[in-house]
Nanobody
Framework: VQLQASGGGLVQSGGSLRLSCAAS????????MAWYRQAPGKQRELVAT???????NYADSVKGRFTISRDNTVNTMYLQMNSLKPEDTAVYYC?????????????????WGQGTEVTVSS
């Protein structure tokens, strides 16, 4: 299973970006998908999660500004980021957990995407 993150870029404070994370491979189902971010000199932190039912959770720092969503038909997750602030500057990583393989033999997976860089200028 591979995850491909995209959509990062340079934006001014107050602007918006939409990140995407597409999962590919012999996926049977994806349970939890999540966005993390890592700012320079800081530890990686959880930004938002979404489970297969659509339930979501957000870090306090992004509540009301970011929206996580997913399209299970194409195994893709999104992060709509509005009202961006300079402190949102980071490399954003996607993470997915689920099951893959043929019907007769399935395996669990937890994979990471390669990261997409978001820079918010003041």
């Amino acid at each position: 299973v591979q995850l491909q993150a995209s959509g990062g870029g340079l934006v001014q404070s107050g602007g918006s970006l939409r990140l995407s994370c597409a999962a590919s491979g012999r996926i049977r189902y994806i349970n939890t998908m999540a966005w993390y971010r890592q700012a320079p000199g800081k530890q990686r932190e959880l930004v938002a999660t979404i489970v297969s039912s659509g339930s979501t959770n957000y870090a306090d720092s992004v509540k009301g500004r970011f929206t996580i969503s997913r399209d299970n038909t194409v195994n893709t997750m999104y992060l709509q980021m509005n009202s961006l602030k300079p402190e949102d500057t980071a490399v954003y990583y996607c993470n997915a957990q689920g099951s893959y393989g043929p019907v007769e033999r399935q395996y669990d997976f937890e994979n990471w995407g390669q990261g997409t860089e978001v820079t918010v200028s003041s």
